[in-house]
């Protein structure tokens, strides 16, 4: 049996030391990325309550409540930071980027760590599919946010939209990869693919929000 709180704080300890060691946008970049393994944490206190009231098998948790769940609590943490702070964009992006990137980290290394036998084939099937996969629900909720402020309709209906796209694709992810066969290969290969398509028109678009 492992504790995921043990995890944490072996891996958030020295990337807290490094932010007295670095420039300003490294700092918020880390800060970002040990904010993001705290959110899985907590992430998965919500999931572990809701399954035991709901009683729900892993498949239909990890299908209707995980993308819920998860989405939510990464999002928070950015709407509070543009609420507040009212950074550029770019350091909005470099936040939520960290978020993404943590959140996946941490819970590869929970999966890891509880797993009796795993080949190296399917870590590098995983690092590519749930890793890839949190970073496109991070850059597609920011996208979200910047879309939204830019057409001025950053209000109930707007942010609910921002975040219904990384919430769609989650769960996108967790149901095709829920069945064995052909639907998991296609899950496992969903987020890479993306990551590719939207690579050019993510950098066009950062760049009309920035300048403007």
Same mark, same amino acid.
């Given at each position: 049996?492992?504790? *995921?709180?043990?995890? !944490?704080?072996?891996? @958030?300890?020295?990337?807290?030391? +490094?932010?007295?060691?670095?420039?300003?946008?490294?700092?918020?970049f880390l800060f970002a990325f040990i904010?993001?393994?705290?959110?899985?944490?907590?992430? @998965?206190?919500?999931?572990?309550?809701?399954?035991?009231?709901?009683?729900?098998?892993?498949?239909?948790m990890a299908i209707y409540y995980s993308?819920?769940?998860?989405?939510i609590m990464k999002f928070l943490p950015?709407?509070?930071?543009? @609420?507040?702070?009212?950074?550029?964009?770019?350091? #909005?992006?470099? @936040? *939520?980027?960290?978020?993404?990137?943590?959140?996946?980290?941490?819970?590869?290394?929970?999966?890891? $760590? *509880?797993?009796?036998?795993?080949? $190296?084939? %399917?870590?590098?099937?995983?690092? #590519?599919?749930?890793?890839?996969?949190?970073?496109?629900?991070?850059?597609?909720?920011?996208?979200? !946010?910047?879309?939204?402020?830019?057409?001025?309709?950053?209000? #109930?209906?707007? #942010?609910?939209?921002?975040?219904?796209?990384?919430?769609?694709?989650? +769960?996108? %992810?967790?149901?095709?990869? *829920?069945?064995?066969?052909?639907?998991?290969?296609?899950?496992?290969?969903?987020?890479?693919?993306?990551?590719?398509?939207?690579?050019?028109?993510?950098?066009?678009?950062?760049?009309?929000?920035?300048?403007?």
């Amino acid at each position: 049996m492992i504790y *995921s709180e043990n995890i !944490l704080i072996c891996i @958030a300890i020295p990337l807290f030391i +490094a932010l007295f060691f670095t420039r300003t946008s490294t700092k918020r970049f880390l800060f970002a990325f040990i904010l993001g393994m705290t959110v899985c944490l907590f992430s @998965a206190y919500i999931s572990g309550f809701v399954n035991y009231i709901t009683e729900l098998g892993r498949d239909e948790m990890a299908i209707y409540y995980s993308p819920v769940i998860e989405e939510i609590m990464k999002f928070l943490p950015i709407l509070f930071y543009e @609420a507040v702070f009212i950074p550029e964009q770019e350091k #909005l992006y470099t @936040a *939520s980027i960290g978020i993404g990137l943590g959140f996946a980290t941490f819970e590869n290394c929970c999966y890891i $760590l *509880s797993a009796v036998d795993i080949s $190296l084939p %399917y870590m590098l099937i995983r690092g #590519l599919s749930v890793g890839v996969m949190h970073l496109i629900c991070s850059l597609a909720l920011i996208l979200g !946010l910047g879309l939204s402020k830019r057409f001025e309709v950053m209000t #109930l209906p707007g #942010l609910v939209g921002a975040i219904s796209m990384p919430m769609i694709f989650h +769960a996108l %992810y967790n149901l095709l990869v *829920s069945e064995d066969g052909l639907s998991s290969y296609l899950g496992y290969f969903l987020p890479i693919l993306t990551a590719f398509i939207l690579f050019i028109p993510f950098r066009v678009i950062r760049e009309k929000l920035n300048n403007e």
